[in-house]
């Protein structure tokens, strides 16, 4: 199973970004999958996931601002992020597992599967 993270870049306060995940490997439609990020002295924090049945969660810190879809056809999630905040800077993760229990979606160690990680910064 591979995870290709991809989209981060260098936005102004405001701005927005589209990250990709690119899953190979796997049948993807069956997986849930999550976006976390991980900012420089911080622990790894849930931002956002999508179930195989099209259910999305948020975390409370970028609900309304962040989007999370999935193309099963490309075998791949996205997480469109809008009106992004220096608070927002961080390398995002993707990862993704076919087990994952509703109640354990938000946490990091709970995911089999994970990608190598996108740059986001977000200047002011």
């Known amino acids: 199973v591979q995870l290709q993270a991809s989209g981060g870049g260098l936005v102004q306060v405001g701005g927005s970004l589209r990250l990709s995940c690119a899953a190979s490997?796997?049948?993807?439609?069956?997986?849930?999958m999550a976006w976390f990020r991980q900012a420089p002295g911080k622990e790894r924090e849930f931002v956002a996931c999508?179930?195989?049945?099209?259910?999305?969660y948020y975390a409370d810190s970028v609900k309304g601002r962040f989007t999370m879809s999935r193309d099963n056809t490309k075998n791949t999630v996205y997480l469109q992020m809008n009106n992004l905040k220096p608070e927002d800077t961080a390398v995002y993760y993707c990862?993704?597992?076919?087990?994952?229990?509703?109640?354990?979606?938000?946490?990091?160690?709970?995911?089999?599967?994970w990608g190598q990680g996108t740059q986001v910064t977000v200047s002011s």
């Open positions: 999508i179930r195989w049945n099209g259910s999305t």
């Open positions: 990862a993704g597992d076919r087990e994952i229990i509703l109640s354990s979606i938000r946490t990091s160690n709970q995911y089999d599967y």
């Open positions: 490997g796997v049948t993807f439609s069956r997986y849930t």
